[in-house]
């Protein structure tokens, strides 16, 4: 597998990602060793899903494959879990297509 | 030392893995009897479609080049072209086009026949002699130099991106690194993802038109005034961890490998041999999308997913690779080859190794687990009169 | 024309549902909530008594207006009152996720089975478990009252498809009567055939009842300055005389616009349906109304039936009626309103059409965009 596995359970593909992905279905309140910081999962993260490695503000980018992927519509704290409910896609924004003129 | 596997050479010089007698209908008109004269043997293929017998010219060329790049695929033997006979696509044409291969081709009227019963019947006698003739044909030595294979994701989760995908870019890179071409689409699932394959690309001429269309296929969520989120994650992808149509598309292109991209066709258009990477500009829509490629003369497929897609294709292989340790433990029976073992540690390199036999043996004529059970869906993308009238996107 | 001027018997022997519908067959529904299920939705069918599958190319990859059309048209097909219950089959992953359209046809109190090939774990027990509740479904089917029905319980849907001296001198003249009559008698019609309607707004407009009229607009706004799907019907409705073109529509003012997919609100009159000509899409769109019968006027003379739905196809033209002369329904040169009428009860009564002797169908959803 390409990418720094984390503390067995989580896989960062690259050094300047801000979230890691869950390798099996993590409770929250886990403690990781996230590369010497120690961060605390805040909520169950699913097999796949994604969880900050870092504080974000609103309007962050988000990082994965060393690319962004997204940016956050909310504050994330480290250990969060990042989807859709607090991050967005910044692409085909059609629905925006009338607004940004 | 080179990779090589058994196949049918055909009179154009393309290799074949399949032998199959595709029953092609010009319209969805004759479909219904494509399909039921079909029921005769394992070896009639029919593809079945709903394009219309008048469709504006921009959907009627791409439907034309689409049905006669279906019957010169070197897996079809033998090929008959069944009309209702008042299309605006002439059978004849086609089958001419077709038989530029050098193949036999028939084609039948369903109206000159008298009718569905007798058509259907007329229709069996005619598939009967094109089976002996194709049958004829015998597997010999051929070079995987001679192979196009055709990468497709679908049902995509995030295991899609980390295991199931890389593998089958290392799959591509082998098969090129032999000499052969390997080809990946699905433009809109560029998106978020463009700037690195344009980096990868030969040319700039190559690099502006890949931009372009990646551009077009954005905005059509504009054209249709909405949010591309509708329709990219899908919500199974979501449920998979994917949260984004960029995060998605970064792990979709890791099917292409590390290769340079060396072109890129349009939908159904043909893919040339020993080619390199090409890409092909396709809806993201798997079914569409496989068969668009198969048109441009791909002769096997492998298909990731990480949910468990089942799909095939009537006239190539289709490879089913499951990223997802948990689909290839519920789906085994619908699944080819396990990719999952990459998050338990397995190098992608292993696995793309362990892939590539498997398309080799599938060349070979190992039947695959789509093939076994009879899936073959078939499906022709349609330019639609929205995309006509306005700015040509799409197209 | 009033009910007098008719002289055929006016009932027939049909099914009546729990809620009082009646209905012309008694099937039960394989409903494949995407392309990728569909093969599986065809097998379960092909296993199981008195089972139809509608196989599409829909389900996933398709944007905004192109979701809702088509979920839209699965719960209308699930509504038509030949379905005597449905099995939903999905994939799992797309966009038309198959547990939301059995809620949807499970509100509407009609009986509904769901599952999903990636739920069960795979195609072969997919299958085997679908056609096993296929088969408990057709169970209750089977304990379905016949019941005698008459014309104006039906609702009768129109597919207006090639347009040439054939169907206007004959068969369009001939369906009119029809219509006239089921709507005489207190049935509902639906006609389906845009490119005619948008070929001819001014004419349209004026047929219509004055509540109708802004309905009508909005339809024919959707359709300007874009290409037919079904070219040449287009092309040929461009050209011809306005009256020619809306021939088949009869004599009563047109009371409602259904959009692609929807259930006709009312239980009499006359409706249009915003759908292509294109048989297959035309017929998902009737069906999906609510059509118990479809009628197809054809010149080319597709012989594909539909899984929802008996079709009678009518022809006046001399070759097509040659040519297949097992295919074609009513020869619209010499049959007379009666003729078409008793056949359209006969149908209703359960006397097979030709389309369903040869047991082949087509099922197709129009498109509004392209797939993403």
Known sequence: MKGIVIDG????????????????????????????????????????????????????????????????????????????HNAESTRGRGDLAGVEQ | ????????????????????????????????????????????????????????????????????????????????????????????????????????????????????????????????????????????????????FAAECGGSDATSGIASNPAVGNASDRLIEDGGTASFSETPEFIGAEHILAERCVDDELRERLLERVAQREEMADM?????????????????????????????????????????????????????????????????????????GAQVVAFTTGRGSTTGNPIAPVIKVAGNPKTWEKMSNNMDVNAS????????????????????????????????????????????????AGSGVGR | MSRSDSLVENSFDGYRRPDGRVAVRNRILVLP??????????????????????????????????NEQTEQTFLGTAANPNIAGTVVVGLG?????????????????????????????????????????????????????????????????????????????????????????????????????????????????????PATLDDIDAMLERHEGLPSRANAVGRAAASADADATLGALGTNPIQDVLSYGEQAPHDSGLAVVDAPSRFEEAATALAAAGAHIVVHVTAEGVPAGHPIVPVLKISGDVETLEALPADIDINAREASADDLERALLAVAGGQETCTESHGLSEFAITRIGPSM
């Open chain 1, 9 to 84: 359970v989580g896989l960062k593909l690259t050094t300047e990602d801000n979230v890691a992905t869950a390798l099996d279905d993590l409770e929250a309140g886990r403690s990781i060793d996230a590369e010497g910081l120690d961060i605390e999962l805040l909520e169950d993260i699913s097999f796949g899903h994604k969880f900050a490695l870092e504080a974000l503000a609103e309007g962050d980018e988000v990082y994965k494959y060393g690319e962004v992927i997204a940016r956050t519509t909310k504050p994330v704290e480290p250990g969060a879990w990042v989807h859709t």
């Open chain 2, 1 to 148: 030392m080179v990779s090589t596997f058994n196949g049918y050479r055909r009179a154009d010089g393309r290799v074949g893995i399949r032998n199959h007698v595709a029953v092609i209908p010009t319209s969805v008109a004759a479909s219904s009897i494509a399909r039921g004269a079909s029921e005769i043997g394992a070896w009639a293929k029919p593809t079945p479609h709903q394009m219309g017998t008048s469709q504006p010219a921009e959907a009627r060329e791409q439907t034309e080049r689409v049905l006669v790049g279906i019957g010169q695929n070197p897996n079809v033997g033998a090929a008959l072209i069944v009309e209702l006979g008042t299309e605006e696509s002439d059978a004849g044409e086609l089958a001419d086009r077709i038989a530029e291969t050098g193949k036999a081709v028939e084609t039948l009227s369903i109206r000159d026949a008298g009718g569905t019963r007798p058509a259907v019947e007329r229709a069996r006698e005619v598939l009967e002699d094109l089976n002996e003739e194709a049958s004829l044909a015998r597997r010999e030595d051929a070079d995987a130099s001679e192979l196009i």
């Open chain 3, 33 to 66: 909530s995407v392309i990728c299920s569909h093969l599986v939705a065809e097998e379960i069918a092909e296993q199981s008594p008195r089972a139809v599958a509608t196989p599409h190319d829909h389900g996933c990859a398709q944007l905004g207006a192109d």
């Open chain 2, 341 to 388: 073992t990459i998050i338990d540690g397995d190098s992608v390199e292993e696995v793309g190794g362990r892939l590539y036999d498997t398309l080799l043996s599938v060349a070979d004529g190992q039947h695959t687990e789509a093939e076994k059970r009879g899936l073959e869906e078939f499906a022709v993308n349609e330019v639609q009169p929205k995309q006509i």
């Open chain 2, 224 to 296: 249709m005034g909405v949010d591309l989120r509708g329709a990219q994650p899908t919500p199974g992808n979501q449920e998979g961890g994917l949260t984004t149509i960029e995060e998605k598309s970064l792990g979709a292109i890791a099917k292409g490998g590390t290769t340079p991209v060396e072109g890129m066709v349009e939908y159904a258009e043909r893919l040339p041999t020993g080619g390199g990477l090409v890409l092909m500009d396709t809806p993201g829509y798997d079914v569409e999308s496989v068969v668009g490629k198969v048109a441009g």
């Open chain 3, 93 to 209: 992953c797309e966009h038309v996720q198959s547990d939301e359209v059995a809620a949807a046809i499970d509100e509407r109190g009609l009986p509904v089975r769901e599952l999903s090939i990636q739920g069960v774990g795979g195609t072969g027990p997919c299958i085997k478990e679908g056609s096993a509740a296929a088969t408990e479904l057709a169970r209750n089917a089977d304990s379905t009252r016949a019941a005698p029905a008459s014309i104006d319980d039906l609702t009768v849907g129109v597919v207006v498809g090639d347009l040439d001296d054939s169907t206007i001198e004959h068969a369009d003249p001939l369906v009119a009567e029809l219509v006239d009559r089921v709507v005489a008698a207190g049935g509902s019609a639906v006609v389906a055939g845009n490119e005619r309607f948008a070929a001819h707004p001014d004419a349209v407009r004026q047929r219509s009842a």
